[in-house]
């Protein structure tokens, strides 16, 4: 009830204009304490920061309002009757219920003050201290602010925001007659200054507030001031940085998935800076070395690697949907955006192995969007995503660019040649990762038709054929026709009784060069067991082929093919997120080997140990690694697809 009758009184105060113009704390449609802070930030400089000031902080302000005061002003004000009696009946209303040992004593009636919380508190707290605010502009001179040839210059002697006051003058006489006035006018009201984190800048009020010397500083609206009006820059930078760490450090340490992190950091972390800009003047090089903060206490907390791409970290082309930049249209109608992602992109572009899943990611038939589902929907936790794009950006086996291949001993070592290429692994760690992508498949199908009602892929198993009343399933098994075909076993055959519909399912896990030629193959391979299954069912047959490169780039026909078999969004991420972390534990022991949670975080320490000191060894190195990578990259064999 309250709220609504809130509501109301600020539609009368904004239309009556009752709250004085140095009243920030409760206005609509502005940034009140930034505006504020803003205005103060300009009156010091355009009096080159030689004010008086006085900086006052109300001791237990909701607290101590005398409650005939209230009603008094509220009466003056010409405020609707109805209001008035309201607020009056609820004023007689507010109790407290005394307990001790959590046994009830009784209740006792708030005397004084304003309970905190309420919805309209703040309304009635600014409207106690605007006479105030009139008394101040109307008595004592004022300070201008603006530039000097400006015909109607904004002028003020006092800031107020909420209960958060500060007088200014060029005189030392007129601040002391500002300070008596607010004591005479806190008096009336039952309001009291806190001595303690009251302070000032002239000595004749030393008895009144601290006095700032030398470094000391006054916080005022979140921002440090010295004793002249000057912002502590280095200090605020400090601050802002230390609190912005902290917060990461929390979320760190949550359990919240890649996804939810690094929206959580953006919007409570990061969105700290948002206030102090144009309030402290930060350049560019100070956000850098900012940027390099938050990015190495990100790699602290194995949240990004080292090794992997820090570019792509900013870039909204590929990773718009993970850091909440849904409208990319926005972003690249600013001509700053599009200078700034730009400079990264051709960043990413020259280094050998980074920029080689963004050349894959701008062939005419790979779909960016769709690929990024699985940052977009995943459920990986922070830490997994993060090798997942250590992974993507090949830069996994920096520290062993001389060795061979330990399992073909052919070709050099390389993410490339390990996660499709090398014909040892084709029968086992391929095998497996696409078998994994059809128990997947085949699990959302036993949902989708009534088989399975069980949410956990975990514990799914996959029958060779699976049947009720609506639907028969057939997974790897030969499929009987009346001609011999050379191909009649597809990975997954889907007998819809219900709609009279037979899908031939065909899973394939390539590389990115192979994509379309991959899928196509797909799609054509089972034609003729097609033409044959429609004239034995007298059904509709579609080939769907489910075919997407080993770091989860899809064409731009996948989302068709996936919609065709009723596969959302999450199943689609959880697909792509499934393929890259199969080929991630093709090439690392410790996941391959399934050891224990924390050995293997050992394990993963000590590799990228080894990486991080191969990267500092490379810095004085004659011979460019990544460089002679990049172009050994090119003479590989073409890819094996599963």
């Not at 049947?467 to 009649?488: A, G, M, Q, R, S």
Request: hydrophobic share 35%.
């Amino acid at each position: 009830m309250t709220k609504c009758v809130n509501t109301k009184l600020c539609e009368y105060v904004e239309a009556y204009d009752l709250l004085s113009e140095n009243q920030l704390g409760t206005r609509r449609i502005c940034q009140g304490a930034k505006e504020q802070a803003i205005v103060n930030k300009e009156i010091n400089r355009s009096n080159d920061y030689k004010l008086h000031s006085a900086w006052i902080d109300v001791k237990k302000a909701f607290d101590s309002v005398d409650h005939s005061f209230l009603l008094q002003i509220l009466e003056k004000s010409g405020i609707p009757g109805w209001i008035v009696k309201f607020v009056e009946s609820l004023i007689t209303k507010w109790s407290v219920k005394l307990r001790l040992n959590n046994k009830y004593i009784r209740d006792v009636r708030i005397e004084r003050g304003i309970l905190q919380g309420d919805s309209l508190s703040p309304m009635l707290f600014v409207l106690v201290l605007d006479p105030l605010s009139r008394l101040l502009s109307y008595k004592f001179p004022k300070v201008s602010m603006g530039r000097e040839n400006q015909i109607t210059p904004f002028s003020t002697n006092h800031l107020l925001f909420i209960d958060d006051l500060k007088l200014v003058s060029k005189s030392e006489n007129v601040i002391v007659k500002m300070m008596e006035e607010v004591n005479h006018y806190f008096h009336a009201v039952g309001l009291e200054k806190n001595l303690e984190k009251s302070a000032t800048n002239t000595y004749l009020l030393s008895e009144e507030a601290r006095v700032l010397d030398g470094i000391d500083g006054y916080k005022y609206l979140g921002v440090l001031e010295s004793s002249t009006g000057k912002i502590q820059k280095q200090k605020m930078l400090k601050i802002i940085l230390e609190e912005v760490i902290m917060r990461i450090e929390r979320l760190a340490n949550t359990k919240l998935n890649g996804v939810n992190l690094f929206k959580a950091i953006n919007e409570h972390a990061l969105s700290l800076y948002n206030y102090y800009i144009g309030l402290v003047d930060i350049e560019p090089f100070e956000f850098e070395m900012v940027d390099d903060t938050i990015r190495s206490k990100l790699t602290e907390y194995r949240i990004h690697l080292r090794p992997a791409n820090k570019q792509r970290l900013y870039l909204p082309q590929y990773l718009k949907r993970k850091y909440s930049l849904e409208d990319s249209l926005l972003l690249e109608k600013k001509l700053l955006s599009d200078a700034q992602n730009k400079r990264l992109l051709d960043q990413t572009f020259s280094k050998s192995l980074h920029s080689i899943l963004y050349k894959n990611s701008k062939e005419d038939f790979v779909k960016v969007e769709d690929s990024s589902h699985w940052l977009a929907r995943g459920n990986n936790s922070p830490r997994s995503e993060g090798l997942f794009c250590l992974l993507q950006d090949r830069n996994l086996f920096f520290a062993d660019h001389n060795l061979m291949c330990p399992h073909c001993m052919k070709w050099k070592k390389t993410v490339d040649h390990c996660a499709t290429r090398c014909e040892k692994m084709l029968h086992g760690d391929y095998v497996r990762r696409h078998n994994e992508v059809v128990r997947c498949i085949h699990f959302h199908l036993c949902r989708e038709f009534g088989l399975k009602n069980e949410k956990k892929l975990k514990t799914h198993s996959v029958q060779t054929v699976s049947v009720n009343e609506f639907v028969e399933i057939k997974v790897d098994t030969f499929i009987k026709t009346d001609i011999i075909l050379e191909h009649n076993k597809p990975d997954l055959f889907i007998f819809d009784k219900k709609n009279n519909r037979i899908f031939l399912i065909e899973v394939g896990i390539t590389s990115a060069p192979n994509l379309q030629q991959v899928e196509v193959e797909k799609l054509r391979k089972y034609d003729l067991l097609s033409k044959e299954l429609e004239l034995i069912y007298h059904a509709n047959v579609k080939i769907v082929p489910i075919v997407l490169t080993w770091d989860g780039l899809v064409t731009s026909k996948f989302q068709q093919y996936a919609q065709s078999l009723n596969i959302n969004e999450r199943t689609h991420a959880y697909i792509q997120s499934l393929t890259i972390k199969k080929t991630l534990e093709s090439m690392i022991v410790s996941y391959r080997n399934r050891i224990e949670p924390r050995q293997r975080t050992l394990e993963l320490d000590k590799r990228i140990k080894v990486i991080y000191r191969q990267i500092d060894m490379t810095i004085t190195s004659p011979l460019p690694v990544s460089t002679s990578q990049g172009k050994r990259l090119a003479s590989l064999p073409e890819g094996i697809s599963e």
